[in-house]
């Protein structure tokens, strides 16, 4: 993890005394392993320390998804699997981001310090440019500006971010820095903080894992569907035969062990010596990730089935952090002139 002492020394008198933590994820329905193992394990780690903030970044979707029913379940489901996860909402502030709407504010103010040439060159928007050839709307374009404006509105230092969100945190330097120059030192420039995975790659082997992709084993899926999804996964490319000595460095699924028990070093050296095979291999991964989520999936089936307690975790949330987006927002305007 990044030393939280280093974001410490240029701080300006406005920002909060202990650093602090904010992440934010797309409602895509239920998580995948990527996001638990690239992200959401840092984000539990961190609020045991930190004042932590995590949002379900709704207007952020709104680039992708034109279904308001989908958007209102998905937002619920990816709430109760972070808890489910294991974030406390006793111990961080968890909300929606359209609950707090004072970051869109902030988010046109950067965009009034973003050069074009900057969002243009981002990496994401021309993937998601190509994939969305027939939706190229200009929330694509400024998604990253909304980021900023996401981890600037709490005046986060730190951001548990799994590694293609890299450019984004980039980004969102570059723009506090260019307001900072503009309208004096106001906020933070934000550190991004890494697991131990911070790509985990897809069921193919070889992209990223990833929801668009259709690449992905979901956590806290029913059982059989882990099971199919990990028996689907690409293993050691050479190893043809059986018999056939696997490497298990290069093996995604020999990898991952590596999160879902301490024994990976036994299992390697059974796949070395071709003592086993890939399915044995798939088969245990299966069963040890359905095992290790098993108390997590049982939580977010009771969390699920009473919204209304969800809501009311999530309204606490959104009302937790008024003041900190009111006192932000106010000492912009008053640094920009606006009244
Ligand atoms: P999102 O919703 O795609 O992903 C949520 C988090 O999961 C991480 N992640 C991965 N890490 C490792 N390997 C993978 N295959 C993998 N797939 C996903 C992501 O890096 C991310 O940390 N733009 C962001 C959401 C966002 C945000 C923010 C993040 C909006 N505002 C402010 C941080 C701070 C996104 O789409 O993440």
Known sequence: MTDAAATTATRPSSLPVKPRIYSGIQPTGRPHLGNDLGAIRNYVALSQTYEAIYCVVDYHALTHVHDPELLRRQTLEMAAALIALGLDPERCTIFVQSDRPEVTELCWVFNTVTPVGWLQRTPTYK??????????????????????ADIALPKASLVPIGRDQAPHLELTREIVRAFNARYGETFPEPQAVYTESPTVLGTDGVKKMSKSIGNTIEVLGEPEVIRKQVMSMVTDTQRIMRADPGRPEVCNVCRMHRFFGDDYEEIWAGERTARTGCVDTKKLLAERIIAHYAPARET?????????????????????????AQETMAEVRERMGLR
């Not at 993937?127 to 980021?147: C, F, I, M, S, W």
């Open 127 to 148: 993937e998601k440019r190509a994939n969305q050839p027939d939706d190229v709307n200009h929330g694509l374009l400024t998604y990253p500006v909304l980021q900023a």
């Open 300 to 324: 977010y089936r009771e969390l699920i089935a009473d919204p209304i307690k969800l809501r009311r975790i999530l309204d606490e949330g959104a009302e937790r952090i008024r003041p900190i």
